[in-house]
């Protein structure tokens, strides 16, 4: 057997490996990529910051349990849910699947990334689109830049480590 294939068979099992210890039901600590959806009560959490879909629908983002911004769409229905579209757009739906609410940052179909920041500001990139403009003062800006293979890299920030696999990208904090 030659090494190539040796490290080929290597490669694909720590792959399987990260697969089978990551949940596949959940999502992210702290980010959402097109396409994926927060369910009622599930959230994204960087450090002390908390961006969740609560059981009255709404959509709050919490720094240290206050709250720093929302959607004020208390009361607009139940079992609500929040997707990511591949236009980059966050949307709210009711259980009646009706849009009860938008970040209106649409674009052309590509490859997004919803993240929360270590700063605790929740931004759309591919190229910044939208944000609930919570950072801090003073803080590193980020920079995403997309694949032509749907790959996406973020750099730029001191406190952000990216970690790539295949299309899914996961960012960490320094800790």
């Known amino acids: 057997m030659s090494s190539f294939s040796i490290i080929r068979i290597l490669l694909l099992c720590i792959a399987s490996f ?5 949940p596949s039901f959940g999502h992210p600590d702290n980010h959402l990529l097109s396409g994926e959806q927060l369910n009622t009560g599930q959230s994204l959490t960087e450090g002390t910051s908390q961006f969740i879909i609560q059981d009255d629908c709404n959509l709050v983002l919490y720094k240290m349990n206050i709250v720093k911004w929302q959607s004020n769409t208390t009361g607009e229905g139940s079992g609500c849910y ?6 980059g757009n966050l949307v709210i739906h009711n259980n009646k ?3 009860i609410w938008s970040s209106n940052s649409s674009r052309k179909q ?3 990334i919803l993240i929360l920041q270590k700063d605790g500001n929740l931004v759309i990139y591919s190229k910044p689109i939208w944000a609930t403009g919570t950072n801090s003062y003073g803080s590193t800006g980020v920079i995403v830049a997309t694949a032509l293979n749907g790959t996406i890299g973020v750099t730029g920030a001191k406190q952000n480590k990216v970690r790539e696999m295949g299309k899914i990208v996961q960012v960490k ?3």
Do not use: I, P, W
């Open 97 to 99: 699947n009706r849009v």
């Open 18 to 22: 990260s697969l089978l210890a990551s």
């Open 82 to 87: 929040v997707t990511f579209n591949k236009q």
């Open 173 to 175: 904090s320094d800790k």
């Open 110 to 112: 590509g490859n997004y």
